[in-house]
T-cell receptor, first 114, second 111 residues
Framework: EADIYQTPRYLVIGTGKKITLECSQT?????MYWYQQDPGMELHLIHY???????EKGDLSSESTVSRIRTEHFPLTLESARPSHTSQYLC?????????????FGPGTRLTVL | SQQGEEDPQALSIQEGENATMNCSYK?????LQWYRQNSGRGLVHLIL?????REKHSGRLRVTLDTSKKSSSLLITASRAADTASYFC???????????FGKGTLLTVNP
């Protein structure tokens, strides 16, 4: 079982609210990722980080922002949530020194914006 | 554009039967990985095959890779009801350690 945690697991909020989805890993991995996944669909990379103070936009444009102040922590923030943000958000991590990009995933946060 | 495409989209079999899922991709890769996702959960890494490998085994899993056809297959032998999940292939094209996932195959194993 991978030691990567996401909170909350489920979140239902109203339009216009600011939210932060938390992701933490205890494996000391240098790389972390955020994916967005609609039910029954593929994962889309929205943000990634190579290490502390490094963040990059992913392949899918997203209005969310991320920060990486500590190795273990990679929170995602939506300043003003909208119904179009309703989705599942998955956090993952991987370690460069292991040589292969095997990614470890958290359980996900299912976000519903009303 | 999407890198990986799984086929079939859905597969329903009886316990004890074998399940085969296929993945096609478009560009050259460093490796290809298969992941499993139980409903509403995160993904779990199953197996990785490098571009210079043709076949790999792990327990009841067998993965093949044909780089000339840009395709891979995942075989699960002697399936169990607990194997019911979505299975995704993901390609590492060497682009900054990013993976590109396909849409997945939903496998249902009936007891």
């Amino acid at each position: 079982e991978a030691d990567i945690y996401q909170t909350p697991r489920y979140l239902v909020i109203g339009t216009g609210k600011k939210i932060t989805l938390e992701c933490s890993q205890t494996m000391g991995h240098d790389k972390m990722y955020w994916y967005q996944q609609d039910p029954g669909m593929e994962l889309h990379l929205i943000h990634y980080s190579y290490g502390v103070n490094s963040t990059e936009k992913g392949d899918l444009s997203s209005e969310s922002t991320v920060s990486r102040i500590r190795t273990e922590h990679f929170p995602l923030t939506l300043e003003s949530a909208r119904p179009s943000h309703t989705s599942q958000y998955l956090c993952a991590s991987s370690e460069t020194s292991l040589g292969e990009n095997e990614q470890f995933f958290g359980p996900g946060t299912r976000l519903t914006v009303l | 554009s999407q890198q990986g495409e799984e086929d079939p989209q859905a597969l329903s079999i009886q316990e004890g039967e074998n399940a085969t899922m296929n993945c096609s991709y478009k560009t050259s890769i460093n490796n290809l990985q298969w992941y499993r996702q139980n409903s509403g959960r995160g993904l779990v890494h199953l197996i990785l095959i490098r571009s210079n490998e043709r076949e790999k085994h792990s327990g009841r899993l067998r993965v093949t890779l044909d780089t000339s056809k840009k395709s891979s297959s995942l075989l699960i032998t002697a399936s169990r009801a607990a194997d019911t999940a979505s299975y995704f292939c993901a390609t590492d094209a060497g682009s900054n350690y990013k993976l590109t996932f396909g849409k997945g195959t939903l496998l249902t194993v009936n007891p």
